[in-house]
């Protein structure tokens, strides 16, 4: 019985769909944090008593620790299905490229993307969760002023760039994840793929949009 | 030594029941008895992989040995067209019998009624095993299988799997195998080709063969052998037979006194993609189908230059129509071929090469519309342009014959058992079924016969009445010795003689004397040039070939050299065959007996028989032996296509 | 019409092996005269010709029926399973898809479960011992039951046919930048879990096809579809859905 669900969860199949499931979650997590951040262009209190209301809930514990573990099987997957994979060629050849046919720039640089995905995660928690702690108070209830961590933050220009850089792989990562964990799964039909496919483009679209239009309007907000 | 008469072990009675009564009178062996049996399958193609499939699941412990780095890639793949069965589900009047008249008939009275019969008769359990296997057949929307009409027959009893039926029939045997080499009761030995049968007290017990990988020369013991090695039909170098496809195994148990029968008897396709040069190495097929709609003709002038679109139709010859008016583009493929040749013998051919006939479907377009064109022959369209570089759709393509199928082979008994005890022959490798000329759609029928419906009962019986398994043969033997060490020296001999000719070279040269005075219309001054000069070409071959390389690691030099060996004495023998064969009949085609319509004409008188040779060392005659052949249950006509 | 006078000089670079040991290193040749009628492997006979007659050791690549249906043939050439051509093997690839003066890179494919036997050769027999674990049906000879008893419906008759038309000739291992195989067993999963007589054993079969795969050392999919632009006979990439799908419920539903 165990041995079952070892050979199961270890087989190639269901590492791929466990990475893929875990990639539609981050996607939920990417849309909800960028419709919940959008409170921003409603001005420093909306946006600050938005995040006081999270991170006051109790809950955020658990959901934080959900996140971190869905975040790290999907990391952890990532780098195991890595090393398996250059072990599958170990000598490589002297001339490879692709058809032209079948794979995309998105689809054949995910271990990159993925990686400056990373890196930004870090230093984006660096940046704000564990950044300056300035507080607040609204209507007598003080709280962590995150809009001016932000704001600050995105008054430099590098700060902005690195992040639309960021974002930017975080799309193209995004745009052939969302389709692939469909596929992975075992999605694909040849009435609703056209559907799947721009709707995955779309999603990336939009959440590489929505993300980068917060720094710039930062950035715009800044001089001020 | 003399001629014989020979016998082909058929049950008295009659034809309709003589396989069941047979099945009833087999000895049977023991279901506990059957493991402790070995049999050798050499060859992983229809035949081989459905009978080594077969037999295992029955029990036996089975070796299983292909040339190819897997069971899979037999040439039994590349069988396009279908498979024949008288199902009879379009309700067009086909029957078992008619299955068996139209064979024996198309096959031009030389092959043998009773295994034509038994055939015919277990066609119908092929299909019903295919399908079951999960072969693709194609479906009507019903959900009920298709079937097509095939190589002119005028019922549609053709089952196919789009235009790769040989590959869906041969991945579903192939299925079979490995499902038994999953239970171990199949041993496979892959990149393995045989090169000598083993004899102890004059029966088959094993075989040798060369590890193509290592190089090494392995010995293999057993109680029965089974060749389903596919035929020689690479003697004329181009041909649409696979490039490792060779008749060393079947030549070397000749050598070793199974007869070959009927050599001569060789079938040259019509509608081949044309040769483009001399550095050419192998011929692709077209389906026959083309030949439904599409017409065949050459200008009427000779040395017509013009583009073919640009020759109005009344200096276009339609010389099928106008020949045959009757069956027209749809003449039987021997017929189809030698008109062809015909026409380029008197300087009509079309083409840079000249060596080609138009096959035009602007009419078949015209008349249908493309896209009724295009979903008929589509992929064969795409192949056609893929290799030619031409548009069918808008040019006529170019086509001609090619060797394409060998109907003789070693001489098998009703039991398909050959001359030499406990050596079994299947598929195209024995030459019982189709005569003197195979019909579209029965090679596949009759490969898959032999190893699934046939061979299981046959050596059954063969093993229960033979005791030899009891006295326990190993390698160490002193047969097993001597026929390695003979291996070994015809490698050394071949590594040694470092001449200045490629074995391809020579390969080539054969190919044309084949071509030339033992291809489709032959003469007796021809093929008595032919003997002469292949005995000359086989002198210079050993004397100076280059075989570089050594044994011991791949070397596709040698394995070459030492099939085309064994091709140098083999066309010999076709050529001798088809000398002594002062008749016409089906592929074999003298020009001194034809008809005042310069049809193949029959000598029922003298020739209504098998010629079996036995072998009697390489630069001696060999012998002519005889199994009469009788007609009870189909007349005796001559065909006509008028 | 095509101009059939020209001819064409190529340079090669070739990967020569002397066997499975041996490590392996990449020759140049200079090859003239190739006329652009010729089939990819037709010129590489040619070169071996030419060595063979210089008593140098000819190039060792697998090859057999020549038309495209045995999947023998491989090579890598210029970088490309079967090189640039959609849907054709190496034997069907004719010179005249390359230039006067080309350098064609050919190599053999690579795979930690295709290892090179020599110069081009390649040990495929993984691929047998994938469908030994259960790509079949298991009838055994004499079962069966007339063939129409079981209709099919033409939709799933053609899909099947679609996947059956696997050649196993590996491109799409070789193609992969994983070296994952699952192009080849999708395709026979799917054949025959779309078919009745395929359904009894569809569960068993591809948890232990799906199995044997990754035992092999075989890489994993990461859904680029490199495999089916490569493929010799165009299967879709949907069967290694359906794969997933299949291997998925058979593994939380299967008693086995």
């Known amino acids: 019985m165990v041995s079952h669900f070892k050979k199961v969860l270890t087989s190639s199949i269901v590492k791929k769909q466990l990475m893929g499931v875990t990639g539609l979650l981050l996607c939920g997590f990417l849309l909800s944090h960028m419709l919940g951040n959008c409170l921003m262009y409603l001005g420093p209190e909306a946006f600050n008593t938005y995040a006081y209301t999270l991170t006051s809930n109790k809950l955020i514990y658990v959901a934080e620790a959900g996140l971190l573990a869905i975040f790290f099987t999907h990391l952890g997957l990532a780098i195991r299905l890595t090393i398996e994979n250059n072990i599958a060629r170990p000598v490589k050849y002297y001339m490879k490229q692709n058809s032209g046919r079948g794979s995309n720039f998105a689809s054949s640089t995910m271990p990159y993307t993925g990686l400056i995905v990373l890196i930004f995660i870090v230093l984006h928690l660096i940046n704000f969760k564990y950044g300056p702690y300035y507080t607040q108070a609204y209507n007598n ?54 559907i799947l496919k721009c709707t995955s483009k779309a999603f990336a679209i939009f959440i590489t949009l929505g993300f980068s239009a917060m720094p710039i309007y930062c950035f715009l907000q800044g001089g001020h | 030594m003399t001629v014989k008469k020979i016998n082909g072990n058929v049950p008295q009675g009659d034809i309709k029941n003589i396989w069941e009564d047979h099945k009833f009178k087999s000895k049977l062996v023991n279901p506990s008895n059957k493991r402790k049996y070995n049999v050798i399958v050499v060859g992983t193609g229809l035949a081989g992989a459905s009978a080594a499939a077969t037999l295992a699941e029955l029990g036996y412990h089975i070796k299983s040995f292909c040339i190819q780095d897997s069971p899979r890639r037999a040439h039994s793949i590349a069988a396009q067209g279908g498979i024949n069965a008288a199902k009879n589900y379009p309700n067009d009047g086909d029957s078992i019998w008619r299955l068996f008249y139209d064979t024996v008939k198309g096959g031009d009275y030389r092959s043998r009624e009773a295994n034509v019969y038994r055939l015919a008769s277990v066609a119908n359990n092929i299909i019903d095993q295919a399908a079951a296997q999960g072969v693709p057949f194609a479906r009507d929307y019903g959900g009920y299988l298709a079937n097509r009409s095939f190589g002119g027959a005028q019922v549609s009893r ?64 057993a109680d029965a052998v089974l060749l389903c090695t596919g035929g020689y039909g690479n003697t004329y170098y181009l041909s649409t037979n696979a490039m490792a496809s060779n008749a060393s195994a079947a030549f070397r148990a000749y050598k070793k006194g199974a007869y070959f029968a009927n050599p001569c ?78 026409q380029i013998d008197a300087g009509k051919g079309v083409g840079v090469t000249g060596v080609a006939v138009y096959l035009d479907f602007r009419d078949a377009i015209k008349r249908d519309g493309v896209d009724t064109i295009k979903a008929k022959y589509g992929n064969l369209f795409d192949m056609y342009e893929r290799i030619t570089d031409e548009n069918p759709y808008q040019v006529p393509m170019k086509i001609y014959p090619a060797v394409h199928y060998t109907m003789g082979g070693l001489w098998v008994d009703y039991n398909l058992m050959s001359n030499v005890p406990g050596l079994f022959v299947l598929g195209e490798a024995n030459f019982s079924d189709h005569g003197a000329n195979r019909l579209g759609a029965s090679a596949l029928m009759q490969g898959l016969a032999d190893g699934y419906f046939v061979i299981p009962y046959t050596l059954g019986n063969y093993l229960a009445t033979d005791k030899t398994h009891l006295d326990s043969v190993t390698t160490d033997q002193k047969e097993f010795e001597e026929a390695e060490s003979i291996a070994t020296e015809k490698i050394q001999t071949l590594l040694n003689i470092n001449g200045s000719r490629t074995v391809d070279d020579f390969h080539k040269e054969l190919g044309h004397i084949m071509w030339e005075h033992v291809g489709m219309s032959r ?84 020739f209504c028989h098998v010629a079996a040779w036995e072998f009697n060392g390489v630069d001696t005659d060999p012998i002519r032996n005889i199994e009469e052949l009788s007609f009870t249950n189909v007349a005796l006509t001559q065909r006509s296509y008028k | 019409m095509r101009n059939n006078t020209v001819s064409m000089n190529l340079n090669l670079k070739i990967w020569r092996q002397k066997d499975g040991k041996d490590k392996g290193f990449i020759e140049d040749y200079r090859l003239d005269g190739v006329s652009p009628d010729m089939s990819f492997l037709e010129m590489l006979d040619m070169l071996n010709e ?78 047998d011992e994938i469908i030994a674990a259960g790509g079949y049906v298991s009838v055994n000879t004499g079962n069966a039951q007339d063939a129409n008893t079981l209709p099919i419906s033409k939709i799933n008759a053609e899909l099947s046919m679609d996947a059956a038309a696997c050649i196993g000739c590996g491109a799409c291992v070789a193609s992969c930048k994983n070296a994952s195989a ?24 591809v948890q232990s096809m799906v199995n044997k795969m990754d035992e092999l050392g075989f890489g994993n999919c990461t859904n680029e579809a490199e495999c089916e632009a490569s493929c010799p006979k165009g299967i879709d990439i949907s069967n290694i859905a359906r794969m997933n799908r299949e291997y998925l419920t058979a593994s939380v539903k299967s008693q086995e």
């Open chain 1, 141 to 194: 209830v003080e709280m962590r002023d995150l809009y001016r961590v932000m704001i600050e933050h995105f008054a430099s220009p590098l700060n902005v760039l690195w992040y639309i850089f960021a974002v930017l792989s975080l799309g193209i990562h995004v745009s052939h994840g969302f389709w692939s964990a469909f596929q992975s799964i075992g999605f694909n039909h040849p009435k609703y793929n056209c």
């Open chain 2, 158 to 221: 053709t089952f196919y799997a789009r235009g790769q039926t040989g590959q869906q029939l041969l991945l579903g045997a192939y299925s079979s195998l490995m499902k038994e080499v999953s239970k171990g009761k199949i041993e496979l030995f892959t990149r393995r080709e045989m090169i000598d049968l083993v004899l102890v007290n004059g029966k088959t017990r094993g075989i040798i063969v060369r590890n193509i990988i290592t190089g090494e020369i392995e010995r293999y013991a």
């Open chain 2, 265 to 342: 008897f060789t079938q040259i396709h019509p509608t081949c993609i044309p040769v483009h040069g001399e550095n050419q190495s192998k011929l692709t097929l077209m389906s026959e189908s083309l030949r439904n709609d599409g017409r065949v003709w050459v200008p009427e002038a000779k040395g017509d230059k013009r583009p073919p679109n640009e020759i109005p139709d009344e200096e276009r010859d339609y010389y099928l129509e106008r020949i045959y008016p009757s069956f027209g583009n749809l003449v039987p493929r021997d017929v189809a071929s030698r008109n062809a040749k015909n």
């Open chain 2, 523 to 606: 003469n007796e001054s021809g093929l008595k040039t032919a003997i002469e000069e292949i005995k000359k070409l086989r002198a210079e071959f050993w004397k100076d070939v280059k075989v570089t390389g050594m044994n011991e690691n791949i070397n596709l030099e040698l394995e070459k050299a030492n099939r085309v060996a064994d091709f140098l004495e083999l066309g010999e023998l076709m050529a001798r065959d088809a000398l002594e064969r002062k008749e016409s009949a089906g592929g074999h085609f003298r020009e001194e007996s034809q008809t005042e319509e310069n049809e193949a004409k029959r000598d029922d008188d003298n």
């Open chain 3, 50 to 127: 030419t060595l063979i007659r210089e008593g140098k050791d000819p190039v060792a690549f697998d090859h057999d029926c020549r038309e495209g249906i045995c999947g023998m043939c491989s090579l890598m050439i210029n970088g490309q399973s079967h090189g640039p051509e959609a849907e054709t093997t190496t034997c069907q690839l004719h010179m005249r898809k390359f230039k006067n003066g080309d350098t064609i890179v050919i190599e053999p494919f690579r795979a930690k479960a295709f290892p090179v036997l020599k110069d081009l050769i390649v040990d495929r027999s993984a691929f």
């Open chain 3, 182 to 205: 699952m192009l080849f067993v999708s395709a026979k999963v799917s054949q025959l879990s779309l078919l009745p007589q395929g359904q009894i054993e569809a569960e068993a079969r």
